[in-house]
């Protein structure tokens, strides 16, 4: 069983909504990514996505694309994610990590020898922003044989064509963009969330995470209270940007323990 489905399952069992952190790889510096990655585990991270820095992230607000900025700056690439990734598999054998980027790196890679080196390194599942669905089939494919989920996005404006072509290939996860704009932007319509959830829970049986716009306790519980996991990302990252590169995984932890512990006392109640 990928490490995706057996963190959904147990949640699933215990009544909890997962959290999933986002970061950039070498942001603020590549020497502090793979403790971020263990601090946000002990802050209550179910599972990591791991931003592969692309100097034109389309799909990002300017807070990630700073992070992306300071980590290409710092000469951050996909095979410095991956070694990341496989240092820090090296002492968490359990956390699940979701690759998160553009298709040029992997293109560049090529397909087939990313696919490998993503399995090896430890990676659990990907998801390429501009690789749509009807065109994604055969990488869905290699990943698919390798064990590792191909993940997609899906939007307020996703007809139900596109929602069920998704249904078919995707694995672990689908991820619904909260809003429309990129990353950071906007306050969040929770009931325009759940009729949208609703709606994508009738042709995709996969858990569905929820991101872009969550910035506080508030709007993370009123997203989990309908969702099966909460992405939380340019909010961390202003965090991690606001002081010394050393200090970058306590600051990101700390912030995060709050999220964990607010979501974790809504669902306490509920029970």
Known sequence: MNRIDGVFAQLKTAGRTALIPYITAGDPSPSVTVAIMHRLVTAGADILELGVPFSDPMADGPVIQRASER??????????VLAMVAAFRATDRTTPVVLMGYANPIEAMGTESF?????????????????????????????????????????PTTPVARIA???????????????????GAGNIDTAEVARRLAEIRRH??????????????ASAKAIAAHADAVVIGSRIIQEIETGTPDAAPERAGAWLAGIRGALDSMQKRAA
């Open 71 to 80: 980590a290409l700056a710092q000469g951050v690439g996909l095979n410095d």
């Open 115 to 155: 696919a490998d080196r993503a399995r090896t390194a430890g990676v659990d599942g990907v998801l390429v922003v501009d690789y749509p669905p009807e065109e994604a089939a055969e990488f869905a494919a290699l990943l698919g044989a390798r064990s590792l989920a191909p993940i997609f996005l899906l939007s």
């Open 165 to 183: 072509m998704v249904a078919k290939i995707a694995r672990g996860y689908v991820y619904y963009v909260s809003l429309k704009g990129v990353t």
């Open 204 to 217: 995709i049986a996969l858990p569905v995470g929820v991101g872009f716009g969550i910035r506080d306790a």
